[in-house]
């Protein structure tokens, strides 16, 4: 009860206060704090449907798309901008209609360029995502090749380093000791270093993979626990969408450390295998038969010719074994397996030419005395 009657004491002392600075002008201010916040609300809609939309078109015409890239990461930032300014001057003159001057109010002009800072730093915030082309546009500007495995995890550092300047300057304008607080963060950095130790690994570990640069954004790789297509590497991890279409999570600091194989680096792929022909195949028939396939294979457009090897390779257990090895001209899978089977068809067709049966897995089983003589003595 006595809560309750404090509040309502407060609440009859305020507006005694305020109604003592009512005067002539405060409808006057008020209407006029009115209608400034509407006139920038107006202003805001000519500069988005007007300025902006000019602005757009410009940049957009332009050789590179680092203009309309700025304009479109600034364009929410600005336009919001517009709204503070409303409220600020509105705020002024509506002091002005109970005859305050708050122009030169701390609390008020700290809140006003609290919110510049955030607003600028939203702008810069979005100049940076990971998928921006102002990377590529600044690495062929200026010269400099930058792999596409380096976008995001720039992205997220630049991004770190805005929040925090951001953060520094906004608790800067309120008066806090931000050099204490760095500082603080210096004195516990070991404690931090010590607990987080994980997390430091893979943060070095995909500083590795930047610089060593095993491995890009899109490319097929193997390693020890993943296989599949590398989709996204931030500070902890690196993503890979495996062949089951799973998306696994794999720590930088594991991928480091490991032998890493990328398929997507080669440029051809190996055809390797053995066909076996039987044993009542002619010495004439079988040299006939390697000569003719390594002539195919030398006037295939799509096997490379420098490491063709097409020879007899031993004597099976059902089969003499032809052995084959050469490489095709692309990388790619789904063509790979066409090249490899054109040649299978040819190959049939050599064999079949020469009059050579293909052999398959057989066992010869041999009596010492005949069953048809063992039957007759009995």
Not at 106 to 134: C, D, V
Not at 160 to 177: K, M, P, R, T, Y
Not at 357 to 368: D, G, I, K, L, Q
Request: aromatic content about 12%; overall charge neutral.
């Amino acid at each position: 009860m006595d809560e309750a009657q404090e509040v309502f004491q407060d609440t009859i002392e305020t507006v005694h206060f305020l109604g003592n600075r009512i005067n002539e002008n405060t409808f006057k201010y008020i209407a006029i704090s009115l209608g400034v916040f509407l006139l920038f609300l107006l202003l805001r809609k000519i500069f988005t449907k007007y300025i902006l939309g000019f602005l757009l078109k410009i940049s957009g015409n332009s050789k590179t798309e680092i203009g309309k890239k700025i304009v479109e990461a600034f364009q929410q930032p600005v336009r919001d901008f517009f709204i503070v300014l409303g409220v600020y001057f509105a705020i002024l003159f509506l002091g002005k209609a109970f005859m305050f001057n708050l122009i030169k109010e701390p609390f008020l002009n700290h809140l006003y360029k609290s919110a510049n800072i955030i607003l600028a730093s939203w702008g810069f915030y979005n100049l940076t995502t990971e998928r921006s082309l102002l990377y590529e546009e600044l690495s062929d500007k200026f010269n400099f090749k930058l792999d596409k495995i380096v976008f995001p995890f720039l992205s997220k550092i630049i991004r770190f380093i805005i929040i925090a300047l951001a953060i520094s300057l906004v608790l800067d304008e309120w008066g806090h000791n931000v050099n204490g607080f760095i500082a603080g963060l210096g004195i516990g950095g070991l404690a931090f270093a010590l607990a987080a130790k994980d997390t430091l690994a893979n943060i070095f570990g995909g500083i590795v993979i930047i610089l060593d640069k095993p491995f890009s954004i899109g490319d097929y790789i193997k390693t020890a626990n993943v296989e599949g297509v590398v989709e996204d590497i931030n500070f902890r991890s690196t993503k890979i969408r495996d062949i089951d279409k799973g998306l696994v999570t794999e720590p930088n600091s594991t991928i480091a450390n490991s032998t890493i194989t990328n398929w997507t680096k080669r440029h051809t792929r190996r055809i390797a295998f053995t066909i076996g022909v039987t044993y009542d195949t002619s010495k004439e028939q079988l040299q006939r038969c390697i000569t003719n396939i390594k002539n195919m294979l030398l006037e295939d457009e799509n096997i490379l010719n420098e490491s063709i090897l097409v020879n007899f390779d031993k004597f099976g257990p059902s089969s003499l074994d032809i052995a084959i090895y050469c490489f095709t001209n692309t990388a790619e899978f789904s063509k790979f397996l066409q090249i490899k089977e054109n040649i299978n068809f040819k190959i049939m067709d050599i064999l079949e030419k020469e009059g050579v049966s293909m052999a398959f897995p057989s066992t010869s089983v041999y009596f010492e005395t005949p069953l048809v003589k063992q039957y007759q003595d009995n």
